[in-house]
Each structure stands twice: as C-alpha cells, then as structure tokens.
C-alpha cells in the first residue's frame, strides 16, 4: 500500500482536562500517514489522481486550532475522521503529540490507526 505522509505538523490550540490547560493555547504535534492506491497519480502526474496533502494539513490544523478537545485521544480521532473522508483514503495512522507536557519528556500524546469500514 503507497502512504502519504505529513511529519512535525505543529499547530497551537486549547488541549488538555486542567484549568491552566483550557485557558491558554499550548502546542500540539501532528503527524499523519495515509494509506491509498497511488498508482493512477504515478501515471497520470495529477493531482486530481492523489491524495492532496496540502488540504488535510490544513483541515487537521483547523481542526486542532479550534475544536478545544478535552483530551489527545479525541482530537486524534476527529483528524483520522477528517482524513477519511477524503476521497481514495483507504487507512490512516494519527499521531498527537503535547510537547513538554511532563516533566522531564520531550512529548507525550496518543497513535490511533482507522481505515474505512
């Protein structure tokens, strides 16, 4: 299966169950692979025939900006959704991240992987 991939997407934006979380934006790391059929864009050289990257960044960013979600689990679940109804996606794999979150860690944060049902 071919993959698409964004890497080290960072976005800021209100995340986290603590009161200090919900009042000011932090950072937030985004990383998604997707899953698809590549092949007719190989051939063809048109976009129209991939998966086009540029337009989940920016609704995985907008997403994170703006949803204001409680926890990691459920802003990495709204991206996967987001993801999958892009058209040609077959499966996707959704890392969030909080950076310097805990001490003495560089990140944490959650993977989830969904596919099409």
Do not use: H
């Not at 080290?8 to 934006?25: A, F, S, T």
């Not at 976009?47 to 990691?72: F, H, M, P």
């Amino acid at each position: 299966m071919d993959q698409v991939f964004i890497r080290d997407l960072l976005v800021r934006g209100i995340i986290g169950i603590n009161d200090w979380e919900r009042e000011k934006q932090q950072d937030i790391l985004i990383n998604i692979t997707i899953s698809a059929d590549l092949s007719a864009a190989g051939e063809s050289d048109n976009i129209s025939d991939s998966i086009n990257y540029r337009t989940i960044a920016k609704k995985a960013q907008a997403q994170a900006e703006t949803a204001e979600r409680l926890t990691v689990e459920a802003l990495a679940a709204d991206i996967a959704k987001i993801c999958l109804e892009e058209p040609g996606v077959i499966k996707v794999r959704v890392k969030v991240e909080k950076p310097n979150a805990v001490r003495f860690a560089r990140s944490v944060g959650v993977e989830v992987e969904r596919s099409r049902e």
